[in-house]
């Protein structure tokens, strides 16, 4: 079974400030690992992923992961945050066997606070 | 491309009735779909995950008599409420994993529905 962890509940930044969103996952067999946006009255909407190779990830709208294998993390980062981006963020993990799919553990998501 | 849709976004029922929430991959064929709960400031949890043609894998805890899941075709996956309580009232989300693209290891997911149960 996996877990994931994201300690912060939530994150006030100031706009055009850099922001570091923390995941730590546990898993006794290999994960990806995912991060998801959720606007106010929205859908999931993937930011990134990592799946193999390169262990920095890049994803859309400025965002970028860093998958740290020995320190079983996953953290997210920005290095300007805008207004547009106050939204709750999860970091999600999940399996894969035999070419089959395996749902998602999310963590508890942060949400993102954008002070002008 | 990889849109998934849910019908209805939003119901309002009384407590006892049975209610229906409809995932469809619109431009793709999934396999797999998956069927998520969310509660308010929680985060997002499994409930199930649906293979078109066989019986849908309730996670531990998700009584399957209560929340009935089909899926009958590689586009359509549904989620049946069946004699609902005010503490089912939640945001169901389902997610679609595309026929064919082991490779892609990523799960679309549709905008939700919100369930209230008065």
């Known amino acids: 079974a996996q877990s994931v962890t994201q300690l912060d509940s939530q994150v006030p930044v100031f706009e055009e400030a850099p922001v570091e969103l923390r995941c730590n996952y546990s898993?006794?067999?290999?994960?990806?690992l995912f991060w998801y946006v959720q606007y106010p009255n929205q859908g999931l909407q993937l930011l990134l992923k990592?799946?193999?190779?390169?262990?920095l990830v890049k994803g859309i709208n400025g965002f970028e992961a860093e998958f740290n294998k020995s320190q079983t993390s996953f953290h997210l980062r920005k290095p300007s945050v805008h207004i547009s981006d106050t939204a709750e963020y999860f970091c999600?993990?999940?399996?894969?066997?035999?070419?089959?799919?395996?749902?998602?553990?999310f963590g508890k998501g942060t949400h993102l606070i954008i002070q002008p | 491309g990889a849109v998934v849709s849910q019908h209805p976004s939003r119901v309002i029922c009384k407590s006892g009735t049975s209610v229906k929430i409809e995932c469809r991959s619109l431009?793709?064929?999934?396999?797999?779909m998956f069927w998520y709960r969310q509660f308010p400031k929680k985060s997002l949890m499994l409930m199930a995950t649906?293979?078109?043609?066989?019986?849908?894998?309730?996670e531990q805890g998700v009584e399957k008599d209560k929340f009935l899941i089909n899926h009958a075709s590689l586009t359509l996956s549904t989620l049946t409420v069946t004699s609902a309580h005010p503490e089912d009232s939640s945001f169901y989300i389902c997610?679609?994993?595309?026929?064919?693209?082991?490779?892609?290891?990523?799960?679309?997911f549709g905008p939700g529905t919100r369930l209230t149960v008065l």
């Open positions: 649906s293979n078109e043609g066989s019986k849908a894998t309730y």
């Open positions: 898993s006794s067999v290999s994960v990806y």
């Open positions: 999600a993990v999940s399996t894969y066997s035999g070419g089959g799919a395996d749902g998602l553990t």
């Open positions: 990592y799946l193999s190779g390169s262990t």
């Open positions: 431009d793709f064929q999934a396999t797999t």
């Open positions: 997610s679609a994993h595309p026929q064919g693209l082991a490779g892609v290891r990523e799960q679309f």
